[in-house]
């Protein structure tokens, strides 16, 4: 993630310390999680609003990236129905343990899940096709 985010974290006094670098990923000035959630286009209406909190963030980066082709419409649906505002989505963001948390947590869980099934389906399919290829049969599917 860090890497992706262009942090550098490898030269800071602090890496090794997994709490500490996943802090930096999450808060880092302009270019951290947060930070770009809170600019995320199409949840936003004033740029001068909120800090995102975990809650929304997750329920974000999990409502962008499970598509139709790799997550179920219910798990979609389920995803999209967990929205809140940010006042809402503080007291599961704060709170060991809350079941609003767990449960968007567990739909992305889920999400997460069929999305990798979905890869690996179509890893799998194009591996056999070029078995098959290599082996002279015709393709079938």
Same mark, same amino acid.
């Given at each position: 993630?860090?890497?992706? /985010?262009?942090?550098?974290?490898? !030269?800071?006094?602090?890496?090794?310390?997994? =709490?500490?670098?996943?802090?930096?990923?999450?808060?880092? =000035?302009?270019?951290?999680?947060?930070?770009?959630?809170? =600019?995320?286009? %199409?949840?936003?209406? !004033?740029?001068?609003?909120? +800090?995102? %909190?975990?809650?929304?963030?997750?329920?974000?980066?999990?409502?962008? +990236?499970?598509?139709?082709?790799?997550? @179920?419409?219910?798990?979609?649906?389920?995803?999209?129905?967990?929205? /809140? !505002? =940010?006042?809402? !989505?503080?007291?599961?963001?704060?709170?060991?343990?809350?079941?609003?948390?767990?449960? /968007?947590?567990?739909?992305? /869980?889920? @999400?997460?899940?069929?999305?990798?099934?979905?890869?690996?389906?179509?890893?799998?399919?194009?591996?056999?096709?070029?078995?098959?290829?290599?082996? @002279?049969?015709?393709?079938?599917?």
């Amino acid at each position: 993630w860090a890497r992706a /985010l262009k942090i550098d974290l490898a !030269s800071r006094e602090f890496f090794g310390d997994a =709490h500490h670098e996943a802090w930096q990923v999450l808060s880092q =000035h302009r270019i951290g999680v947060q930070a770009r959630a809170n =600019h995320a286009v %199409t949840d936003s209406i !004033s740029p001068l609003g909120d +800090n995102c %909190t975990w809650y929304q963030i997750l329920q974000r980066v999990s409502r962008a +990236n499970f598509s139709k082709a790799s997550a @179920g419409a219910e798990v979609r649906d389920d995803i999209k129905s967990k929205r /809140l !505002s =940010h006042s809402d !989505s503080l007291p599961p963001s704060q709170q060991p343990r809350s079941s609003e948390m767990l449960a /968007l947590e567990s739909a992305f /869980l889920r @999400g997460f899940a069929e999305t990798q099934r979905a890869v690996m389906l179509r890893a799998i399919r194009a591996e056999l096709a070029d078995e098959r290829e290599a082996n @002279g049969e015709a393709a079938t599917s």
